[in-house]
């Protein structure tokens, strides 16, 4: 299956794992640009880039057998299998995004808005479903079944 087959599946899992990769990219970025402040927001950019890890996890499961981590860590992430789970974990790193506005609005607020685009589309697959489905150019599903 191509990128554009992928895309035209209207499987929102994969939309939500395209989506999860941006989520990766901004919440290191932005985690990263955020520490350089001198206020309470030094936390809301360590909570982000400490996501932006995490998420890595999340999206690519072969990084599970290539890098030495520990069996805790690596039962926290097989968690988010599901959807659902995924749904969640997005939308509760997003709610912690977007409390970052209590302080100042900063760039925070991107890596909010597309992690709450990621858990919506993440919750619609699970509402619809539809079976997680990796996208191929990303790992295929035959990695991602082995890891799990």
Known sequence: MTLAEEFRSRNFSIYGQWLGVLSIILCIALGIANLLHLSILILFGVICLLSGLVLIFVEVPLLLR??????????????FTTNAMRAAIYGTMSLVQWLSLIKDATSLIAAAVILLLTAICYAIAALKKQNFVGSKTLGGQ?????IV
């Open 142 to 146: 035959g990695v991602a079944q082995m």
């Open 66 to 79: 290539i890098c030495p981590t520990s069996s805790t860590f690596d039962n926290f992430i097989r968690r």
